[in-house]
């Protein structure tokens, strides 16, 4: 379930100075620098640094922060045509299953932090209906699901003060994907969990506001301050392959439509990705995921060439 703002409130931090926030009328203002005050856009702080971030105070406060790109919304047929060519994935199921069980394992009523939670991700919706799981979502876009309006790079949070980070399909949209990772860990407990799942060969999408892909392991290195619980692939080479086709028709013909058309026509193809073993699945997949426990010690560099898991080694 969705926690209140009100609840969070004494979490909330600074992204300029990291220092406590108060109620001050229709503001949150920085106690460290009262100067500093973050306005509302609807029920959400727009909890920014505009100084470290891509995006502008008119972005977000004179647009009410809508979002930068468009996010269409899938009804009716349209959505039963999404479904076959974007299908829910077994595996992540299956991660947030376990991310879930972890999660109570530790705490009776834990806090779950969503990077990127403007809308509930593919498979995230049984963190949102379990009763015992107090969800907090920020996005770079007002949405009645994102409490906070705040920029990855500086999760404006206080330190060591969630239990568990989800951020899905997020990290390619980020200038630093590390520094993001770095602020993931900041604002864990210790021994806090974070699920991620980031792509690796999949066409861009969100145009202006989609920077970099990731190897298996390259996404473990982002992750180095993680002791591993589970890592894999999430959508393997056919699902890439339906990148691909999509891409290439819509060039080719100068049409998106004629894209999606054609994937239609190869769906098919998303289902043999079980049938490609995993040694060569991460070396063609088009996405992985990372189940990861906050530690105090980091992977060395030179573990890293004995970490590779594909079907070159």
Request: aromatic residues 8%.
């Amino acid at each position: 379930m969705l926690v209140s703002l009100e609840e969070v409130e004494p979490l909330l931090r600074s992204p300029v100075t990291g220092g406590r926030l108060k109620r001050c009328e229709a503001s949150l203002v920085d106690e460290a620098d009262t100067s500093s005050r973050f306005a509302f856009v609807g029920h959400a702080p727009v909890l920014v640094d505009f100084d470290r971030s891509i995006f502008s105070p008119s972005d977000l406060l004179d647009g009410q922060a809508v979002s930068q790109v468009a996010r269409p919304r899938f009804s009716g047929l349209r959505s039963r045509l999404k479904r076959l060519l974007s299908p829910p994935k077994r595996v992540t199921s299956e991660n947030v299953d376990e991310f879930i069980r972890l999660l109570l394992r530790d705490n009776d009523n834990p806090v779950v932090l969503v990077v990127g939670g403007g809308t509930v991700g593919q498979g995230m919706a049984p963190l949102y209906e379990h009763p015992n799981i107090r969800v907090l979502a920020l996005d770079v876009y007002a949405s009645p699901l994102a409490q906070l309006v705040a920029d990855a790079h500086q999760i404006p949070l206080a330190d060591a003060s969630i239990d568990g980070v989800v951020v899905q399909a997020v990290l390619e949209h980020v200038l630093e994907p590390q520094v993001v990772v770095d602020e993931i860990w900041r604002v864990l407990r210790p021994g806090g969990i974070a699920y991620a799942e980031t792509p690796f060969l999949q066409h861009v999408h969100e145009g202006a506001y989609d920077f970099l892909r990731f190897t298996a392991s390259g996404h473990r290195w982002l992750f180095r301050r993680f002791e591993a619980i589970r890592t894999g692939v999430c959508g393997g080479a056919g699902t890439q392959m339906l990148w691909s086709i999509d891409y290439f028709v819509r060039g080719l013909f100068r049409s998106v439509a004629a894209g999606k058309a054609a994937k239609l026509s190869f769906f098919w193809l998303a289902l043999l990705d079980p049938l490609v073993p995993a040694a060569y699945a991460n070396d063609a997949a088009s996405g992985f995921y990372l189940m990861g426990r906050k530690t105090e010690t980091s992977l060395k560099p030179r573990e890293m060439a004995s970490a590779y898991r594909g079907a070159q080694a």
